[in-house]
């Protein structure tokens, strides 16, 4: 008989498959939206392309919390059997409508249902000790940054030489796919779906540094990072097609994928040579991000490329450290509903962040949603320093002092 340490990890790698899938499916489209809409509806206008972006945002800000509040209900797995159906089934349709004010509402009907996935984070984080969230919480990383290589060269290929129309089907299938997984991960007598790791937070990590109020703490260092982030992703590809002579969408697409790339360089320099402690690697990356968002706004081609390889490796290396700062001071039976309030701040600075893109771009250009960023780059360093760097300093002091 399988011992319970083997059935978790054999079920934890059919999780991490799962994301994958659900990731390459989720952002296929993502680079290509302004394109799609002027090929598909003949809408050309950016704020429209912006709007649109905001609406996504806005349909996860509401589904993760709503799922996170079922799954304390109903388990993560039986949810997804549904819900991914449901979402497979409204792709079909978008593939089908050529209605624009269709697609807008069944596409969010869609991300509704789609969101669901969300779940499998912290539910992955439930069956595995504490000890291994760091490793984990960056192959989750990489497994992302996979799935948006993937997608955007997937979706890049599907644009450039069949129809973007057909990304919906592929969408399609990815969802029916982890409705089939979910379910096989059920009734399968291989894998423990029920058992969890419980842990609890230790009295010294509740008096230092970040335990009251942690969740809005790091809820509003990430919202602004998110918003930063993602400021500089609707146009990208646009972007690129304007400076360099290498403009086709297969290109640009995997222009776009480049930190994802780099997230697998990163994740292997990390498990191999370790690295910084989490709070000063959160410091270093925020400085390296800067870096990379000013290289990236040098119209240059080879200047933006060096720009998204730095960028790259910083964004890995921040997004992974706040997460496993958040799980750090969480336990497992509220992974789901403190991730879910973590998740609403940063999609709450990405729904900003894709309302106002497209109007920025549309009044100074495709190099504006740079400046923004690195803006607000400087803002999430200011604001991580004075919440919670700063604290810890003076903890560390204090500890010497004793010593």
């Not at 409508?97 to 439930?126: A, D, E, R």
Request: a positive charge.
């Amino acid at each position: 008989m399988r011992s319970t340490y083997t059935k978790l990890m054999g079920l934890k790698k059919n999780l991490i498959l799962m994301t994958l899938v659900a990731v390459v499916s989720d952002y296929m489209l993502h680079p290509f939206y302004p394109q799609f809409f002027e090929t598909r509806f003949g809408v050309t206008d950016p704020k429209y392309v912006g709007y649109y972006f905001a609406a996504i945002c806005f349909m996860v800000m509401i589904a993760f919390p709503f799922w996170a509040y079922i799954s304390k209900k109903i388990a993560e797995l039986n949810i997804l059997v549904y819900t991914q159906c449901i979402a497979g089934v409204l792709a079909l349709y978008c593939y089908w409508t050529t209605s624009y004010v269709n697609f807008w509402v069944f596409s969010l009907l869609m991300i509704l249902f789609k969101g669901s996935y969300l779940l499998v984070y912290p539910y992955i984080l439930k069956i595995i000790s504490k000890e291994e969230h760091t490793t984990t919480i960056g192959i989750l990383s990489v497994v992302v940054h996979m799935g948006g290589i993937l997608g955007a060269v997937i979706g890049g290929f599907t644009v450039d030489f069949i129809d973007a129309s057909y990304i919906f089907l592929i969408m399609a299938i990815g969802d029916f796919v982890q409705m089939g997984m979910s379910a096989y991960l059920i009734r399968s007598k291989k894998y423990d779906t029920n058992t969890v790791i419980t842990t609890t937070v230790t009295s010294d990590k509740k008096d230092s540094l970040i335990p009251n109020g942690f969740i809005l703490k790091i809820g509003l260092i990430t919202m602004v990072l998110y918003f930063s982030d993602f400021l500089i992703r609707p146009f990208f590809s646009l972007y690129w097609e304007s400076l360099s002579e290498y403009d086709g969408k297969l290109i640009s697409g995997s222009i776009y994928a480049i930190p994802g790339f780099v997230a697998l360089l990163a994740l292997w320099v990390n498990r191999k040579y370790g690295s910084e402690s989490k709070y000063q690697s959160i410091t270093s990356a925020l400085f390296l991000g800067m870096i990379g968002i000013l290289l990236q706004g040098v119209p240059i081609s080879g200047i933006v490329i060096i720009g998204r390889i730095i960028y790259g490796w910083a964004i890995f290396q921040g997004v992974v450290r706040f997460d496993v700062l958040l799980f750090e001071y969480s336990t497992p039976d509220r992974y789901a509903i403190d991730y879910s309030k973590v998740h609403f701040f940063q999609n709450l600075g990405i729904l900003i962040s894709s309302f106002l893109v497209g109007i920025i771009v549309d009044q100074y250009g495709l190099t504006i949603p740079f400046t923004v960023a690195l803006l607000g780059f400087i803002i999430s360093l200011a604001m991580y320093y004075l919440i919670i760097r700063r604290k810890q300093f003076r903890r560390h002091i204090k500890q010497l002092a004793k010593t």
